[in-house]
């Protein structure tokens, strides 16, 4: 066989080389040149974002809630106020098995069920590396405990935290409210970068009314964070502006006072100074504690709140709508007087009933022998239901509707209270929309003495008899004293005066003049002696028909079925100071509850 001869040559393979060599310096090359253009990119073209990217990456920057203004009295008292409580919270980013480790805590802490749902809630508002509350109000215990273990708990930390407290409790609910946790439906509609980092919005009365200004404005820290989340410094740091503190017009003690005698019945007493508007007391019983609903009330507490059958979660001093009964009286003379339709000398004779002409219907006085001859100061004095019943027949229901409207009845004071019920004063029109009936005579002749369809809440009831203790100049009803700002800047409440009823000196004195007397000489003349002069009018409203009760039970009617008391005075007469209605529910105990009040307000006395 012939010798094979290689085709590679010694100076082939270093050509091949050589190429090889070239074909790669070229590649390198160009991905270098791909490399540098694209670091060229990176550092110079596009610095900006990446350099934010990149600060991004290592800071975080949290919210620091400011702190929520505190509520005061009239007098200085501090009604709503702040406290420091020690919270559990979990760092979200530093665990993934956040459940796992609640379980586990457990053993250390008392965590509820409530307490896992509160967590799973607000975690879905939250970002990476929040702190999230889990757990609230630790005790002493429970915080030496988790110190001992804190090892085996990474991302889990105590926090101090400032949260609502109510230190009178149920006394000053009414007017108050309460704060809760901001619930779902509510983070949809608040500015959820001013409440970043708050777990707490006001829920009703002042608190709610006020929210934007008890706030305060969110401040934040830009800090530096490692690996696990965790704060390495503070880079710069923007402090929180607090909320403006709130002074009320409420006089505390009275509040107390007013309380204290509505123990045990069902109804509201409202007080107010008639000079200003100013509401002195503001008062629904039965309540309950506002401070169960801070952090989040039980399933079970608020399911024995909403069975009670006194409904301690109704504020009747603002959303109770009662008639008023007799207590309208003064103020129908007063329209009397003022359209001529009766004078100083008009006078009735009362056979114990009145009838309408064309009619059979007969509608009975409260005395069925009658009061004789009666003018309307004995009417007033002697609360004669026939004098009225011919008095609302003769002026007929527009006049009615349109006088009483000038004192303030059936329309929302407009306090700051949002859940405030309006009341009414009936008319044809009304009646025709809402029930779409016509409207009868006898509907007018009922209306007379403040039943029917009349409906009035304690609120607006004493907001008029403030309008006929002033000579009817209207100041509307107001709760704000005044606001400070965390500067020490004050910004008094303006005193707003309203369009009230005109009408002659003399007409008032009449009506004053004939108050006076019911507590003298007529149907409230249980009052006693007092050192002040005295202006009132009491009021029975029928909560069903009474032969007919009298009938079924003779005199064993049960509580609930028995009449509403009412009662509205002003004192003293010529410069009055405080002016209020009571509405007491299935009670005879209005007027000794008016007493306990004005007596304290006006004698300093405690309870007589």
């Known amino acids: 066989m012939p010798n094979r001869q290689s085709i590679y040559t010694h100076k082939k393979i270093i050509a091949l080389y050589q190429q090889r060599i070239l074909v790669i310096t070229v590649i390198v090359l160009i991905l270098s040149m791909c490399l540098i253009a694209r670091m060229f990119y990176l550092q110079i073209v596009d ?18 809630p400011p702190n929520r203004g505190e509520i005061y009295d009239r007098n200085g008292i501090l009604i709503a106020q702040n406290i420091p409580v020690y919270n559990l919270q979990v760092m979200l980013g530093s665990n993934k098995n956040i459940a796992e480790q609640a379980d586990d805590l457990r053993k250390i802490i008392d965590i509820t ?12 508002h939250h970002r990476r590396y929040d ?41 000053l609910v009414d007017v108050l409210g309460y ?82 005698a509505l123990e ?40 024995a709140l909403q069975s009670d059958q006194n409904r301690p979660l109704y504020n009747r001093a603002i959303r109770g709508q009662y008639p008023p009964a007799s207590t309208i009286k003064p103020f129908m003379g007063m329209v009397g007087l003022e359209s001529g339709v009766v004078t100083r000398r008009t006078r009735i004779h009362d056979p114990g009933y009145y009838k309408l002409d064309f009619s059979s219907q007969i509608f009975r006085c409260w005395r069925h022998s009658g009061h004789g001859v009666v003018d309307l100061k004995r009417a007033i004095i002697n609360s004669c239901d026939t004098f009225f019943y011919d ?48 409207w009868y005579p006898g509907d007018t002749v009922v209306t007379g003495i403040g039943q029917g369809y009349m409906l009035t809440t304690p609120l607006q009831l004493a907001h008029a008899t403030a309008t006929l203790a002033n000579r009817g100049i209207r100041m509307k009803p107001h709760l704000l004293f005044k ?5 020490g800047v004050e910004k008094i409440n303006p005193v707003i005066q309203e369009p009230g009823f005109s009408s002659s000196d003399e007409h008032w004195d009449y009506i004053h003049q004939s108050m006076q007397r019911v507590l003298s000489d007529g149907t409230g003349k249980r009052y006693g002696q007092v050192p ?36 509205i005075a002003f004192a003293p007469i010529d410069k009055p100071r405080i002016a209020l209605a009571v509405i007491v529910e299935n009670s005879h105990q209005a007027l000794t509850i008016a007493r306990k009040v004005i007596n304290f307000y006006l004698m300093d006395l405690k309870n007589d």
Not at 184 to 212: C, M, P, T
Not at 533 to 558: E, S
């Open 131 to 171: 702190k999230v509350t889990l757990k609230t109000k630790l005790t002493e215990d429970e915080i030496a405990k988790f110190y001992v273990n804190q090892f085996f708990y990474p991302g889990v930390s105590i926090e101090t935290q400032l949260i609502r407290n109510y230190p009178f409790k149920d006394i």
């Open 113 to 124: 069920p409530s307490d896992i749902k509160h967590f799973k809630n607000a975690k879905r």
């Open 532 to 567: 002040y002069t005295i202006a009132g009018k009491t009021g029975t409203a029928q909560v069903a028909n009474l032969p007919k009760l009298r009938a079924l039970y003779g005199k064993n009617i049960p509580q609930e079925l028995r009449d509403n008391t009412l009662f």
């Open 264 to 303: 045990g019945e069902k109804g509201a007493v409202v007080a107010i100074d008639p000079q200003t508007g100013e509401v002195l007391a503001l008062a629904s019983q039965p309540a309950y504690d506002p401070n169960l609903f801070v952090n989040g009330i039980s399933h079970s507490q608020f399911a």
């Open 483 to 487: 606001q400070v700002s965390p500067a």
């Open 179 to 260: 704060v809760g946790r901001i619930n779902e439906r509510e983070q949809e509609l608040i500015d959820k970068g001013e409440y970043a980092g708050s777990h707490y919005i006001g829920k009703i009365g002042i608190e709610k009314f006020f929210e934007d200004t008890l706030h305060g404005k969110v401040g934040n820290q830009q800090v530096e964070v490692d690996a696990a989340g965790r704060i390495v410094r503070i880079v710069k740091s923007q402090e929180p502006t607090p909320g403006q503190d709130l002074y009320l017009t409420i006089d505390v003690k009275l509040q107390q006072v007013a309380k204290l």
């Open 47 to 64: 610095y900006k974002k990446y350099q934010t990217l990149s600060v991004n990456n290592q800071m975080m920057l949290l919210p620091i």
């Open 391 to 438: 008095l609302a027949t003769r002026m007929g229901i527009d006049k009615i509707a349109s006088f009483l409207q000038d004192f303030g009845l059936g329309n929302a004071t407009g306090i700051e209270i949002g859940e405030e019920l309006s009341g009414l004063i009936p008319t044809p029109a009304w009646k025709k929309a809402s029930r779409k009936q016509m």
